[in-house]
């Protein structure tokens, strides 16, 4: 038979409709069967709560019509739903980011179709209808509105450091294989901490600097054991980086005030349009007559077409599940996991092209995510 406890006066126990009991810390002095349960209590209802008070020596009871067992049961399958959901949205977070990845690496580099430029605003364009259908329509989220004409040259100038991060990776992957491109990714930390020294002044404790360290470390070793290394595609794809921890900390400062803050789907919302913009003067200017190149190869092999659409679609859903994720776990959990997808990109990328590798390559890109975790976890600890 269910047993409660009794306890100290004014401790609460709060028992879910999930039948998941909250106990106070106090010391409980015995248990009696609910079927005998007798004495001084107030019972107060607040949805699926039932929340017990009892004077010095009292029984708790229960309602005659709350079922503990079946609560559990509830419980324990809202549980596991949830954790299905869960592991869902971060398995579609993988695959929607090592996807793009590796497809743009296929289009950029194996397929030989070299505008990067055009590709990039492929995929700001698809962010802007797809971004418009999840929050106008489907109500995803919801919307927030562009307050005043400063705050929308502040979102521009974001957007504009955002086209130069992506446009920049990109190009380094013609010229970088994925392995050598997410080592070198893998030091945003460092450009975060010296962007944040410089701009806003914001010193770490000496001991998150002593993490980036091994960070860039790292980075030297695997450069010095590449075997395919590039010099453009390695100035390129450091800039990339830079310009990505800088859209950050640019972020942090303009957008700090709460009346002009932005989830990042709101964000992507109002930047990727802006992206198009910066980004169709450019390809005009830089990639000549790419649409027409396009359209014949189309004519030639259709597929170019699919890759671009999927791929388009996909740079979207990189955001959305990254928004996801984010709110059902927490930012931290999305660091931890954004850790190991880097080393899983790096994994799958040199089975897919069979890019060669060398000891040193790995031991350098191993040791550069080992100082991305200490540097994680200096950070977890300062706060």
């Known amino acids: 038979m269910a047993q409660i406890a009794i306890i100290a006066p004014a401790t609460v126990i709060a028992i879910t409709g999930r039948g998941k009991q909250l106990v106070s810390y106090r010391n409980i002095r015995k ?11 107030r019972i107060q209802r607040k949805c699926a709560v039932v929340v017990v008070r009892a004077s010095e020596g009292g029984a708790l009871s229960l309602p005659h019509d709350w079922s503990p067992q079946k609560g559990s049961e509830g419980g324990t399958k809202m549980k596991g739903s949830n954790r299905f959901f869960t592991v869902g949205l971060v398995a579609a977070w993988y695959s929607s980011n090592i996807g793009v990845l590796l497809l743009n690496k296929y289009l950029l580099s194996n397929y030989g179709f070299k505008y990067p430029i055009f590709l990039t605003m492929c995929h700001m364009t698809a962010c802007s209808l797809l971004s418009y ?7 995803v989220v ?37 392995s050598f491109n997410q080592a070198i990714g893998a030091t945003t930390p460092f450009f975060t901490a010296v962007f944040a020294y410089l701009m806003t002044f914001k010193r770490e404790a000496w001991l998150t600097y002593l993490t980036l360290v091994p960070v860039v470390t790292g980075v030297i070793i695997a450069s010095g054991g590449e075997p395919s290394f590039h010099l453009f595609g390695f100035i390129i794809c450091v800039a990339a980086t830079g310009a990505r921890a800088l859209k950050s900390v640019l972020q942090g400062i303009l ?38 190149i396009t359209l014949a190869l189309a004519r030639d092999d259709s597929k170019i077409i699919w890759y671009l659409l999927f791929n388009s679609s996909l740079a979207y859903f990189v955001n959305l599940t990254n928004f996801l994720v984010t709110k059902h776990t927490s930012a931290l959990t999305l660091q931890v996991l954004g850790n190991a997808k880097g080393a899983v990109a790096v994994v799958v990328s040199i089975l897919i092209f069979r890019n060669p590798v060398s000891v040193t390559g790995m031991m350098g890109y191993s040791l550069t995510v080992f100082g991305v975790i200490l540097y994680s976890e200096a950070k977890k600890r300062s706060k």
């Open 31 to 41: 248990k009696v069967d609910l079927a005998s349960a007798v004495g001084s209590c």
């Open 133 to 139: 259908v999840a929050i106008a329509w489907m109500k």
């Open 142 to 178: 919801p919307l927030q509105t562009i307050r005043s004409r400063v705050q929308f040259f502040k979102i521009s100038a974001l957007s504009l450091v955002f086209c130069v991060s992506v446009v920049f990776g990109n190009i380094s992957l013609r010229y970088l294989p994925v």
């Open 255 to 292: 957008l700090s005030s709460e009346g002009e803050k932005l989830n990042s789907m709101n964000l992507l919302l109002y930047m990727a349009p802006m992206a198009v913009v910066f980004l169709l003067p450019a390809t005009l200017i830089m990639e000549e007559n790419v649409v027409g």
